[in-house]
């Protein structure tokens, strides 16, 4: 099962996922992509930490890809996140999104649970033609990903909105009452 959760920075999806990931297998696996680069690189995968600590995640860092990631079969995977993923492997490796989307495929297909955390919100700007390309890839995953999705939540605010896959909104609205999503 794939379940995306998709928003601006700041929005709130990374801790909803959080949350979504450890209500679902005590088998829990973060598979961290981000590169910190300077304090506030470092600053965010702190704050990330500290965020999902007590959860129970056992901690992978894969920046460029996910075949080393070799959950047990009933474990949830909390992949944080796609958009970091993608900018390493075209950036990094020379890889296309499509590369990126097999990847992810082979990891759903090997575990029961796969929250996907992805930007799904830009900035207007003036972009230069290679973040034009990276931003039009992310688009074209970002779909991709949606469709194969169960689930699809939107995060704004903080507030999971549901996209697709009204069945799992249960356990989210479950969640927002908790936890104050």
């Known amino acids: 099962m794939l379940i995306l959760v998709q928003g601006a920075n700041g929005s709130g999806k990374s801790f909803y996922a959080e949350r979504l990931a450890a209500a679902f297998s005590p088998q829990r696996y973060y598979l961290a992509t981000m590169r910190p680069f300077g304090a506030a ?10 965020q999902r600590e007590g959860l129970g995640f056992i901690t992978m860092e894969l920046p460029c890809s996910l075949q080393a990631a070799q959950p047990p079969p009933q474990a949830v995977v909390l992949l944080e996140d796609v958009s970091n993923l993608l900018a390493n492997a075209m950036f990094e490796q020379g890889m296309a999104a499509a590369d990126v989307l097999a990847d992810i495929r082979a990891l759903c297909a090997r575990t029961a649970v796969v929250v996907a955390v992805t930007i799904s919100c830009f ?3 003036d972009y230069d033609a290679e973040t034009k390309h990276y931003l039009a890839s992310l688009a074209w995953l970002n779909g991709e990903l949606a469709c194969l999705a169960e689930s699809v939540v939107e995060m704004q605010d903080g507030v999971p909105f549901y996209r697709k896959g009204e069945a799992y909104a249960q356990i989210g609205s479950a969640m927002a009452g908790d936890q104050h999503i």
């Open 41 to 50: 690189g470092a600053a965010r995968v702190q704050r990330h930490r500290a």
């Open 123 to 125: 900035a207007a700007g």
